[in-house]
């Protein structure tokens, strides 16, 4: 059974996954002995067959149950002496239900992590497992632990970074709660305790804590979601050692600050101050109980089981401190929140029959104005009026009660959001590389997984497009690039086809008839609404395969990971993100300085940004660029300092939606390992040859191992020559015109005498 593992697999579409797993196992060997039978609730359970006669086969499971069942319903099993491969490319058949078992096998034992291929599975074990720490980290280091770790993937990075002299990336994916954050903190412990010495390590570990408080919420699906994707680039030097670091981040969830669904929170930040500020600074900020504000009041939560809020924000804090935030810039950020949660507070009156407001000049309102450092008037006047210019004239319209909410809420967004940003560039100059750039990096990315859920908005419509970009990352490294080297150098690969995203991708970026193009077009508009951009898509995507109009205001994208239907509700105000100038105008007026900055990084956004006539409409609106389009422009920046690293890829995955320790719902994993294509990175590389390495430099790596002087000098006959000498298979190997090809774990011999002699 096990020659099977060597068998050449056939070249099938990905887009089929179940026939694609069927045609596999048509080449299992007709002799089952054990399989898989599926249950009616979708769970796999494994039996022994009996007897088989035809098309019917008679099974046994273990609990004494017999059953008569179709031979075709059955799927053949792996032999017991591969319960808990460590990589599934050992396996003998590659099917879903062996897949699936293999990694439980190995969650029961805590041993959550698990190779697929060059692909790092983790699966979060919602505990604290005995897997980390220095011990740890020494026998990676030594390599005297093989078994998969993020730590191996942090190591293999810290070694190619310096055998290749390329930059790496590690690349991060799951849904929300699958362990993102975890991981990367882990891969950073590794990098720390490798390359520290300097001290400033210790700093970038520090910089985790200050961006969960301000970054992270509690959600239905995360105690401790991140609501923000994030790349940070570490430096090293030429001696390996870190030189500093590089904090970029993306789309923060600004809506939480001023809106949260029940059972969630708003950002940790918030309840950490209203819980830890020492009695001095509380009186300052005139800070009450979190239950006292209407921002954190609406999810009806306030505490997170097994998490000390003022204990946290002694952390955060501390960690301000490491990271050279100044305690006078520390209690202006604790006023900014402050006064966050007060403009939530802030209540309107009705004026005149016409529903015109003004602010009521309560303790809300004067905590605002003295928390910011401005007249409690000006104040007033920014919230419930406009200025407007008419031609030659300036006017003041006064606004309705709806219409000064939607304002008060929007400065409060913004007061949050500029905050976290000058967070970010306060850490990063902290960290900066010095003038000596010398070194190469390594990046962690960790980034929202895809998301789809009952009702689908803005946020997911920008996440899912980020995701479509990144799985084209991880399908042309790992199938295009692989596929096209092989052609390019001569050599003899059966072609593998890929599900390719292109069309998805092309349905958002096409100019001028694309999601994106027309999400921009429909907020220039004045008159544009929600309703009118549905319909525009309609009009002219209807003929886009990955598209789909939806009954009233929604439309269904057809994404690598599966179908989304998308509520446009909200999407053009998202999108618009508008701030009144009136509101600029106020905080750069104020005393404080924080806001004056976040003023000036305003203005200057939107004079920078400004590409095409957005926002003109309104007079007196900033211009600034939407939404969606300064998103696309991270993301385009950012794959392109992708492209130019070696990816390592981690591919998270939740074992159940409870957050709990021990459950393993096999439903829940495979529909996330078909998301991520883990399955089809296994079946590729598994009959591929993963590991390359150019003639001279194979040549140059191994040459000085022989035994005996070959006769001609050229990298090629020199390379031969070690592949003789180190008795490599021929099955193992191909030569191609500029370079060598392996089948995994061949080069580790050769790697071994060369670190030994
Ligand atoms: P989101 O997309 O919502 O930010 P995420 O993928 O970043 O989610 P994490 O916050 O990293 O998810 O993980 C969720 C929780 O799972 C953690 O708070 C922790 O309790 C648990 N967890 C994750 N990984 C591990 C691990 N390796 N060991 C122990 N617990 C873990
Ligand atoms: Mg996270």
Known sequence: DLDSATAPLPSVSTSNIERRWSDITSYAPKKKVQSWFQLPNGNWELGKIISSSGTESVISFPEGKVLKVNSDSLIPANPDILDGVDDLMQLSYLNEPSVLYNLQYRYNQDMIYTKAGPVLVAVNPFKAVPLYGNDYIQAYKNKSIESPHVYAIADTAIREMSRDEVNQSIIISGESGAGKTETAKI?????????????????????????????NAKTLRNDNSSRFGKLIEIHFSETGKISGAKIQTFLLEKSRVVQCAEGERSYHIFYQLCAGAPSALKEKLNLKDVGEYNYLKQGNCYSISGVDDSEQFRIVKEALDVVHVSKEDQESVFAMLAAVLWLGNVSFTILDNENHVEAVADESLINVAKLIGCDIADLNLALSTRKMRVGNDNIVQKLTLSQAIVTRDALAKSIYACLFEWLVDQINKSLAVGKRRTGRSISILDIYGFESFDRNSFEQFCINYANERLQQHFNRHLFKLEQEEYIQDGIDWAKVDFDDNQDCLNLFEKKPLGLLSLLDEESTFPNGTDSSFANKLKQHLKSNPCFRGEREKAFTVSHFAGEVTYDTTGFLEKNRDLLHLDSIQLLSSCLCHLPRIFASNMLNQSEKLVVGPLHKAGGADSQKLSVATKFKGQLFQLMQRLESTTPHFIRCIKPNNLQSPGSYEQGLVLQQLRCCGVLEVVRISRSGFPTRMSHQKFARRYG????????????????????????????????GYTK???????????????NRT
């Open 187 to 215: 891969a950073m412990q590794y990098l720390a305790a490798l390359g520290g010495g300097s001290g400033i390590e210790y700093e970038i570990l520090k910089t985790n804590p200050i961006l969960e408080a301000f970054g």
């Open 704 to 735: 000085f191992l022989l035994l005996e002087n070959v006769a001609s000098q050229d990298p090629l006959s020199v390379s031969v020559a070690i592949l003789h000498q180190f008795n490599i298979l021929p099955e193992m190997y191909q030569v």
């Open 740 to 754: 060598l090809f392996f089948r995994t774990g061949q080069i580790g011999a050769l790697e071994d005498t060369r």
